[in-house]
């Protein structure tokens, strides 16, 4: 979903995530309950080595991602994912996944979208690819009729950064806009080309892939050049690897931090063992009850909402994410604060970590 986010700015202890929880059941929802199973996702947990994941090993976990980060970093981006994929290359199997992010800046003035994008230099098995993300100002999300006005401007920009990126990169893209709708096409039959729009605004992104591996690395240089040296914030993503291998990656350029993401399995009030064990810097997400809007405000519009459970440092926070807004944007803070009982502030995820 290309959500509407809202969030209680009040530290919580747990027990006060699980009164929220039988609140909910008071008003006829299904929130889980104490000992159900959740899956509890796990982000931006800093480690000073790859073996403190086993913090983790009392839990069932899934996707393990070390993320190697350099901030205000200056250097050479041909050099550094070169350094990477030559490491990539002596560990690569079946399930490992390397790429290396660095953001690039629309040269043209916007208005509806930021001027910094994102894009991903990834190795996968046997292939490589090209990730190119924009993001809007603003997350209107599909259905809602909020800047109607302006979707021709988006659309238009949106061509136009796309384009910029698709050139820079020497790919055979072509964008079109068809139904007010921006399509893009890939002349190259042969590749695995994959597009993600929403159909409104929000942020959205297309992946080139290739059997050369190394086809992007120049091409790649080249949109994170157009950051004209100045201090990034890049970001090294490793899946599947054996901590040897990791402690290669972090050789290619050292002073990098290290953050693991995962998802794990546990029951519901086993939460805040696992925010202690990634404590002091992790953060954890676990989802407390989903349902339609529908039941609850009939006069609104439909949508579909998520009660969320956030826990970093040594509390809890709530959120909401709703697909839509079911209710103007003056009463959506009164019913959302009737909903769980706390305050809660309009809060949109930022559009890059």
């Not at 086993?54 to 350099?70: C, N, S, Y």
């Not at 350094?83 to 916007?110: D, F, K, M, N």
């Not at 909020?146 to 990169?169: C, G, K, V, Y």
């Amino acid at each position: 979903m290309r959500e509407r986010r809202w969030e209680s700015p009040a530290k919580l202890q747990f027990g006060d995530v699980l009164a929220i929880g039988e609140r909910l059941a008071g008003l006829g929802l299904e929130p889980a309950a104490p000992a159900r199973d959740i899956i509890c996702y796990i982000e931006e947990w800093m480690v000073q080595a790859p073996e403190d994941f086993d913090r983790l090993d009392p839990w069932a976990t899934e996707d393990v991602t070390l993320v190697q980060i350099r901030e205000a970093w200056r250097g050479d981006f041909f050099l550094l994912a070169g350094g990477y994929h030559t490491v990539y290359q002596r560990h690569q199997a079946v399930g490992t996944y390397c790429s290396v992010s660095h953001p690039w800046r629309i040269q043209e003035v916007l208005r509806t979208h930021h001027p910094r994008g994102m894009f991903w230099l990834g190795f996968r098995h046997t292939h490589g690819f090209i990730r190119v993300r924009l993001h809007t100002t603003d997350v209107i999300t599909p259905g809602e009729t909020r800047a109607d006005d302006q979707r021709d401007l988006w659309i238009d920009e949106r061509q136009r950064a796309f384009l910029a990126a698709i050139t820079l990169l020497d790919l055979p893209i072509e964008p079109e806009v068809k139904d007010g709708s921006l399509l893009l096409h890939t002349s190259d039959r042969s590749v695995a080309f994959f597009c993600s729009w929403p159909d409104s605004f929000g942020p959205c992104q297309f992946e080139y892939n290739s059997s050369d591996a190394f086809e992007f690395l120049v091409p790649a240089s080249r949109l994170a050049a157009t950051y004209d040296g100045e201090a990034a914030t890049v970001r090294a993503y490793l899946t599947g690897f054996s901590e040897a291998a990791l402690e290669e990656f972090q050789a290619v350029a050292p002073g990098a931090l290290s953050a693991y993401r995962c998802s794990a399995h546990c029951p519901l009030d086993e939460l805040p063992e696992i925010l202690q064990a990634i404590a002091p810097a992790g953060r954890l997400y676990a989802t407390l009850c989903e349902f339609q809007t529908q039941p609850l405000l009939p006069d609104g519009a439909e949508a579909y909402a998520i009660v969320g459970i956030l826990g970093r440092g040594d509390g809890f926070q709530i959120e909401v994410r709703l697909n839509r807004a079911p209710l103007s944007e003056d009463d959506m803070p009164g019913w959302l604060e009737k909903l769980i009982g706390l305050p809660v502030t309009y809060s949109p995820l930022p559009p890059f970590p």
